[in-house]
Structure formats: structure tokens, C-alpha cells
């Protein structure tokens, strides 16, 4: 289950994640199985990941990000445009701390 975020901590994360550039890339087959496998490797790892989503509709471009979230287990901070900002926190070593709710 995602991390249920409070406004303070996306505002937190939304800086944080300003200078990242994409690491993820969903292409016109959508969410497959190896995305989200790279999506759970990239927020182990680094706990908040840029995702450009190429995807023309704006409902689908909507659907996939749920999609990737919810299969991931990763909580949406921001979604601007082609571009969704993902959190969610390392089990080995985290590296964000957030601000208190």
C-alpha cells in the first residue's frame, strides 16, 4: 500500500524532485510488467523518480500513472503534463526525510 502524503510533504517532494529529469519513459504499449519492474528498481533506489508518460489522450495518459502507482506501490506527488513525479520509501536505506504531517 502507497504512502498516503499529506500537502506539506508533496510540497516537501515537489522541491525535491524539481531539478530530477524522467528515468522512467511509457511508450505507446503502456504499462507492461518490465516498466514496472524498472519503476520498483528506480524508487528503491532513489526513492522519488520522474516518469515522462507519452501517451496522447489526457485519460490515458491519467489511466497509466494510476496504473503504474498503484502497481508499483507508489504514491503520486505531482502530475504536470507528460510528466508524473513518484515517491515511495526505500525498505533497505532510506534517503528522504519527510516533514512531519
Do not use: F
Request: charged fraction near 30%; hydrophobic fraction near 50%.
Amino acid at each position: 500500500m502507497a504512502a498516503v502524503l499529506s500537502n506539506p510533504q508533496k510540497r516537501y517532494l515537489r522541491g525535491l524532485a524539481h531539478d530530477l529529469k524522467p528515468v522512467i519513459l511509457v511508450g505507446a504499449k503502456g504499462i507492461t510488467d518490465n516498466l514496472v519492474a524498472e519503476a520498483g528498481i528506480a524508487l528503491e533506489r532513489h526513492e522519488l523518480i520522474k516518469v515522462r508518460v507519452a501517451a496522447g489522450d489526457r485519460e490515458l495518459r491519467d489511466e497509466w500513472i494510476g496504473l503504474l502507482c498503484e502497481r508499483a506501490d507508489a504514491a503520486l506527488v505531482a502530475r504536470i503534463g507528460n510528466i508524473a513525479v513518484l515517491y515511495r520509501r526505500s525498505q533497505d536505506k532510506p534517503l528522504i526525510v519527510l516533514p512531519k504531517a
